[in-house]
């Protein structure tokens, strides 16, 4: 569940990207994981017209599960060089990020797939 404030905007080159709606300062938790809003799916439950949707916004770490959350930090946009990392619990700030900057991940982190999904 995000915990700063945010909007979505379009990213030239990256489609809609989470933005910055607030100063968040490095060390500052920006997510953390809520059961009601990040919710663990069996694969094998993926209707296969919803595939391409799991894909682009679940997060796979290679069991039988994705986790996929219904806020919008499922736009999180990935960057070699992020600006937050990710736990598995909690999303930190490791830079300082400037209102109106996109928040970003790095997908190779968090997802099997990294960033080629």
Do not use: C
């Not at 959350?69 to 990710?86: E, M």
């Not at 109106?100 to 790095?106: H, K």
Request: hydrophobic share 40%; net charge negative.
């Amino acid at each position: 569940m995000l915990l700063v404030k945010t909007k979505l905007k379009e990213v030239k080159g990256k489609g809609i990207g989470l933005i910055a709606n607030q100063k968040i300062s490095k060390g500052q938790i920006v997510y953390t994981r809520n059961s009601i809003i990040d919710i663990w799916i069996k694969k094998k439950d993926i209707p296969k017209e919803a595939e391409d949707f799991f894909k682009m916004y679940s997060v796979d770490k290679g069991g039988d599960s994705v986790l996929i959350n219904i806020d919008n930090y499922r736009f999180l946009n990935h960057s070699d060089t992020p600006n937050i990392s990710w736990d598995w619990e909690n999303s930190v700030a490791i830079t300082d990020i400037d209102i109106w900057e996109e928040i970003t991940i790095d997908y190779n982190e968090i997802d099997i797939n990294g960033v080629d999904f």
